[in-house]
Nanobody, 124 residues
Framework: QVQLVESGGGLVQAGGSLRLSCAAS????????MGWFRQAPGKEREFVAT????????DYADSVKDRFTVSRDNAKNTVYLQMNSLKPEDTAVYYC?????????????????WGQGTQVTVSS
């Protein structure tokens, strides 16, 4: 059974940085595309970033482009989300997701496994 465990969330001031990690186990991480999504209170879960199986292709939501960077280390079964220049509107629970497929996707329905989420709070 695939398990995804996020870490690295916390409270940060606007303009600051955080690095989220997602450790995967029990599946075929090295041949799976991975995604990051977030959900703010009262809002639907939204796409943030995705990376293909070997890290050679990525995509980002317009709202985080040029501020966030997704990467992966297949030797460690871990995907990362480096978040810079954080804004209060980035406040949300951030979820890591894994799909049964090697190529990037941006919709929640394209992902098969989800972590429990990690809270990111950006103060103004």
């Amino acid at each position: 059974q695939v398990q995804l465990v996020e870490s690295g969330g916390g409270l940060v001031q606007a303009g600051g940085s955080l690095r989220l990690s997602c450790a995967a186990s029990g599946g075929t991480f090295s041949i799976s595309a991975m995604g990051w999504f977030r959900q703010a209170p009262g809002k639907e879960r939204e796409f943030v970033a995705t990376i293909n199986w070997n890290g050679g292709n990525t995509d980002y939501a317009d709202s985080v482009k040029d501020r966030f960077t997704v990467s992966r280390d297949n030797a460690k079964n871990t995907v990362y989300l480096q978040m810079n220049s954080l804004k209060p509107e980035d406040t949300a629970v951030y979820y890591c997701a894994q799909r049964v497929g090697a190529f990037i996707r941006t919709k929640t329905n394209d992902y098969n496994y989800w972590g429990q989420g990690t809270q990111v709070t950006v103060s103004s």
